[in-house]
């Protein structure tokens, strides 16, 4: 017996030993200029090309690479490495002015050669390549500071795209690509942590802070834990919907600042199938319009972080028609159309029915969505008879529920994070035969008509106009119900100084500074 | 000659979710030095725990009263170090079931060993050279291997004589043998009552003897004690009590027993947690008469032993 | 008892075997369309055409029936070829070996944790039967079987890190960093492990062998280190074995609350992702560990009772 103690215990003491060797690093000295960013999930490296995306990538990039042009906080495109531009009237050749006090990290000099080269990079190696590469023809250098790049065809929302962080401008240097951005890779340590340094060329002037951090806390309530305990200092994507008392805690707490901006980037709606089942009647599907009180379902789910939705487009995007009419609560019309659409509660249950069939429904969500969404719906349908059965799938099984038209509702969570213009999510979901997959969901000739129209105009009114169309006409066929917008909510240590986040950029931390 | 132990009033109650259970009840028995006395009767009736009250090895739920002097002291009174000295040194248990009462995961030596450092402060070798002697002495084949084996490798008579073994190794004044001989085959049994017989005899030890083995308590002991439902019922010289039983109970035992017949007792023993009124075995006792369901008859003296009948 | 361990050795690898093949199949049989699966964990959902996914299908051999494509994978990893990451592009090796130090430590601490806990605990509970610390620890045992790790975790994170700023929130570091993460882990094991103490060391006290331990004089303390203990581990031992299965599961959950940089971690990901060459990769390691624990509890099982021992050796 006592030799199985000893054993024991000298196990546990070479055990224990082995922790505080490994640890006894200890707590490092503390580097004061030092900024700390929580970021949600580790990046797969510093290649656009190859890299994808990870939940936090565009916070490290913004820092590290620059864009030609980028997406001001009042949603307008803006010049960053590019002066000025100009498009020809075919809309084929674009062309771009460019900086000529820039250098990348690596000391080259940033040029028309420089941006031809990114792009040609870019193209680069990926089995899926990024996707505005497939849309050039040629690069031109037209000379040293003006690039033209010519296009297969009409890309109306090429500048806008242009902002999307994966068209980075970069220079490879030793097989790493290099930006010009205010800050240099430092130490990736895989799964734990980057490092960034301050760039002393940066072009608009030596940052503040030293070092930049990014944290890798996967866990939300863990990152808003360590803001909290002061163990890091900003956390850029908030996921506000169910973090709501959190953020209401969070912004009683002194020491953070939490800055929420309304945000049209991030929005739930439902869509129904088209194809197939009740909602294939154009009634039914305003009728689950007019029963659903999306203000109710945004007071409950995100309060006052968001904004109730109307249209496909929130208010506040550049898009959006400020007058639009949408399907504001109204139980009355409900049951109109319902019963329009020949559903009857012919056995006085409450549920409705149609030759002898209740109306039941299927919605499908995944497990990342907010399932209170659903739950309100359900709710709120029950009250006009419709009774709701709730399918939480895994992503994929989704996708293929979707797919198959194997559903009736879908909620939908878009993030429109590919650049200044929305065009991508309309062409794939709501235009015939661009994608397989959105089969079941609403298409009809005025809307591809109008999608097609979105990449061959040009100017700026017009575009407007046509995607208010786009979404009139989603509303007249009632192809979804939409629900709210989430703010995007950037939170902050207040020792944190002169610092405007904006959707999604971090570039601007270059001019911030920490507060002894 | 003062008795080296002398138990009065004794009374052992287990408190249970099924209620009071009367194990013992005002027992008094006086053991003199030098002798053996056997405490028999069936199994249940309480003699085993008339055994472990005296060593106080009874879980916690039992209360014990009365007295238990040994050596002029208190047993029930001394505190659980003062106890503990006691135990093994003083007073040497040789428990029953000898397949459950060695622990299966330490080698048999270390078992008798540490009872040996402990008592006679031997150093590790000695005890171990000591070990080998003793189970020599109690006639075990081939001790030095056996020291060095676990007890399920042993056999029955093996392994009590391992336990007596470590009984002994104190050299106790008084050993209480519970049921030595429970579930041995006749072979064993002779040769543990030879072991017995050894360890009275030769070395003059005072001995309780708890057995429902009428015929070892006749080959060993000097005196005996008859128990039913917790109470004693006959007492006296081993003779008298297995020649001359005067209780029921005692001559229903011996008729029963093997060479006499093998006749039982009708009935079973009466659960200690109801028992009877008036004299505890009326229920099964062929001479029983109205009164005896009525009056609990006291122990009487008669000739030099005692006898709990209301026909005496 | 080496015969013994070679035929656990030769089951082992059947064991491995069979959880590789069904985690394969269940992967493959789960809904959804892995190629688009991968694609979106690659490059994101927004614009990905079906031509996209196509290519991926092509190019990581999943148009293949899933037969085909494990015994590809078997035979490459029987040749030590893990493949590379479908996701990251990095080898699964690499990958895991990278993060595994760090969830073994995790793994070990917790179970230390626990186990300095929960033994002790166990024992002063069988011990002293029915008092306050018998039943404050039997309380304190029901609340931490009860208790999810994520809950528990954030709990501590709370109490310890944002309101005494005793350990960090979270994070891989040196000891101060593995406290909580190794108690949230540690606790649930730790419950169990109390209770099984308490109730094995009682059933042990009852034992007959015991009594003559208490009749031979022996003292209380020697009583319950040199008779009761060895007895009332075996079973003790058996349910640690079978625990850590329980504790690799647990990872998953304490490593994404704590940012612990582990293999846990890595195995959600890869089965969101579907990065079937991943998922491979960490479930033959977990397998592999699981097995190997199982392999040592019962080779201290040998030890600690030596009827088993001796079965063994006739």
């Known amino acids: ?516 | 000659m003062a008795a080296l132990l002398s138990i009065q009033k004794l009374r052992t109650i287990f408190y249970t979710e099924k209620g009071r259970v009367k194990a013992a009840d005002d027992i008094n028995l006086d053991i003199a030095e030098g002798k053996t006395v056997g405490l028999i009767g069936e199994t249940g009736c309480g003699k085993s725990v008339l055994g472990l009250s005296i060593l106080r090895l009874l879980p916690r739920n039992a209360g014990i009263e009365g007295k238990i002097c040994y050596k002029g002291q208190d047993i029930l009174r001394l505190s659980g170090e003062q106890i503990r000295r006691l135990r093994g040194k003083e007073i040497a248990l040789i428990p029953q079931s000898p397949s459950t009462s060695l622990n299966p995961v330490l080698k048999t030596g270390v078992q008798i060993t540490e009872a040996l450092q402990l008592h006679q402060k031997l150093a590790r070798e000695e005890a171990w050279k000591a070990a080998v002697e003793m189970l020599q002495s109690f006639n075990l084949p081939d001790p030095e291997r056996r020291v060095k084996e676990y007890p399920h490798q042993l056999s029955g008579g093996m392994k009590q004589r391992i336990l007596a073994a470590i009984g002994m190794a104190g050299k106790p004044s008084l050993i209480i043998a519970d049921e030595p001989t429970k579930g041995l085959d006749a072979i064993i049994r002779i040769q543990v009552v030879e072991v017995l017989h050894h360890l009275t005899k030769k070395t003059g030890a005072t001995m309780l003897l708890i057995t429902h083995d009428l015929k070892v308590a006749a080959g060993l002991c000097d005196e005996i004690a008859v128990m039913y439902a917790g109470e004693i019922v006959e007492h006296g010289p081993a003779e008298e009590v297995l020649g001359h039983p005067r209780h029921p109970y005692t001559m229903g035992l011996l008729a029963s027993s093997p060479n006499n017949g093998l006749k039982p007792i009708r009935g079973c023993s009466p659960s200690l947690i109801n028992l009877p009124a008036g004299c505890k075995f009326h229920p099964r006792c062929g001479k029983a008469r109205e009164i005896c369901a009525k009056k609990h008859p006291p122990l009487v003296t008669k000739n030099g032993s005692q006898v709990r009948c209301i026909f005496h | 008892m080496l015969k013994c361990i070679a035929r656990r050795l030769v089951l082992m690898i059947v064991v491995v075997l069979g959880v590789t093949m069904m985690t394969f199949s269940i992967m493959h049989l789960a809904p959804g369309d892995p190629a688009e699966m991968i694609a979106i964990a690659k490059y994101g959902m927004e614009d990905l055409t079906q031509e996209d996914i196509e290519r991926i299908r092509k190019a990581e051999g999943l148009d293949a029936p899933v037969y085909v494509q494990y015994a590809k994978w078997l035979s490459h990893t029987a040749r030590g070829d893990f493949g590379r990451s479908l996701i990251t592009g990095e080898p699964v090796l690499e990958e895991i070996w990278y993060r595994f130090p760090a969830t073994l430590k995790l793994a070990l601490a917790a179970m230390m944790v626990s186990l300095f806990i929960a033994v002790p605990v166990g024992i002063i509970s069988a011990l002293r039967q029915y008092s306050l610390i018998d039943y404050l620890s039997m309380t304190g045992a029901l609340i931490g079987v009860c208790m999810p790790n994520f809950w528990l975790g954030l709990l501590l994170i709370l109490l310890f890190s944002v309101y005494l700023g005793l350990f960090p929130v979270c994070g891989y570091g040196g000891l101060r960093h593995i406290v909580l993460p190794a108690l949230t882990l540690g606790t649930g094991m730790a419950a169990i492990v109390t209770r099984l103490t308490r109730s094995s060391m009682l059933e042990v006290l009852k034992q007959d062998y015991i009594t003559t331990a208490r009749a031979k004089g022996l003292s209380e303390k020697k009583i319950i280190t040199d008779h009761a203990l060895k007895n009332a581990f075996i079973p003790v031992i058996t349910v640690i074995g079978l625990q850590f299965g329980h504790l690799l599961e647990g990872t998953v959950i304490v490593e994404t609350i704590f940012a612990w940089p582990g293999v846990g971690k890595l195995l959600v990901d890869s089965i969101f992702a579907r990065d079937f060459a991943l998922i491979q990769g960490c479930v033959l390691i977990f397998a592999v560990i699981f097995v190997i624990v199982n392999l040592l509890v019962d080779i201290s099982y040998v030890y600690l009772d030596p009827k088993i021992r001796y079965e063994k050796e006739h």
């Open chain 1, 1 to 516: 017996m006592r030799k199985v103690l000893k054993a024991i215990g000298l196990i546990c003491c070479l055990a224990a030993i082995s922790l505080a060797v490994s640890g006894c690093s200890g707590k490092s000295e503390e580097i004061k200029n030092e900024l700390r960013i929580a970021l949600p999930d580790d990046v797969r490296g510093f290649d656009p090309s190859t890299s994808g995306y990870t939940s936090g990538i565009w916070d490290v990039y913004s820092l590290l690479y620059d864009r030609l042009v980028i997406e001001d906080r009042n949603k307008q495109v803006v010049a960053q490495l590019a002066k000025s531009w100009e498009v020809s009237d075919d809309g084929l050749t674009w062309t771009f002015h460019l900086r000529e006090d820039v250098e990348f990290t690596s000391g080259t000099k940033f040029n028309a050669a420089a941006v031809k080269a990114s792009f040609e990079f870019l193209k680069g190696k990926s089995i899926c390549p990024v996707p505005l590469t497939t849309k050039i023809k040629s690069i031109e250098v037209a000379d040293d500071y003006t690039v033209k790049f010519v296009l297969n065809r009409p890309h109306a929302p090429f500048l806008a795209d242009l902002t999307d962080m994966r068209y980075p401008i970069l220079a490879v240097n030793d097989g790493q690509p290099v930006g010009t951005g205010p800050y240099i890779l430092k130490e990736w340590i895989k799964g734990k942590e980057i490092v960034l340094v301050k760039n002393e060329r940066y072009w608009k002037g030596v940052p503040i802070i030293d070092r930049i951090v990014f944290k890798i806390i996967p866990d939300p309530h863990t990152r808003s834990l360590a803001l909290e305990a002061g163990e890091i200092d900003l956390i850029t994507c908030y996921g506000s919907p169910n973090l709501k008392e959190e953020l209401q805690r969070l912004q009683k707490n002194p020491q953070t600042v939490v800055d929420t901006i309304h945000n049209w980037k991030v929005g739930h709606h439902l869509v129904f199938n088209y194809k197939k089942g009740p909602f294939s009647d154009a009634r039914a599907r305003k009728a689950v319009s007019y029963a659903i009180d999306a203000q109710k379902v945004k007071e409950n789910i995100v309060g006052k972080y968001g904004i109730t939705g109307v249209a496909h487009l929130s208010p506040l995007s550049p898009f959006a028609k400020p007058d639009i009419k949408g399907y504001a609560c109204n139980l009355e019309q409900a049951k109109n159309y319902l019963s329009e659409a020949g559903w009857k509660d012919s056995n006085n249950d409450g549920a409705l029915d149609k030759n002898g069939k209740p109306f039941r429904v299927k919605l499908v969500i995944t497990k990342d969505d907010i399932a209170a969404i659903a739950e309100m719906a359900q709710s709120q349908l029950q009250k006009v008879g419709v009774e709701v059965e709730i399918q939480v799938l895994e992503r994929g099984a989704q996708q293929k529920a979707i797919e198959e038209g194997n559903f009736d509702l879908a909620l939908f969570t878009r993030i429109y994070c590919s650049g200044a213009d929305p065009h991508l999510h309309f062409r794939q979901i709501y235009r015939s035969g661009a994608d397989e997959r959105y089969g079941y969901i609403f298409k009809n000739n005025e809307l591809d008509d109008l999608i097609n129209k979105l990449y061959t105009t040009l100017d700026n009114q017009e575009r407007v106009k046509v995607y208010q169309r786009i979404q009139e006409v989603l509303l007249e066929n009632a192809a979804a119900v939409y629900l709210f917008y989430e703010d995007h909510v950037t939170l902050y240590n207040r020792r944190l100084k002169n610092f405007d986040p904006f959707s999604g950029e971090l570039s601007t931390l270059w001019q911030a500074y920490l507060e002894k």
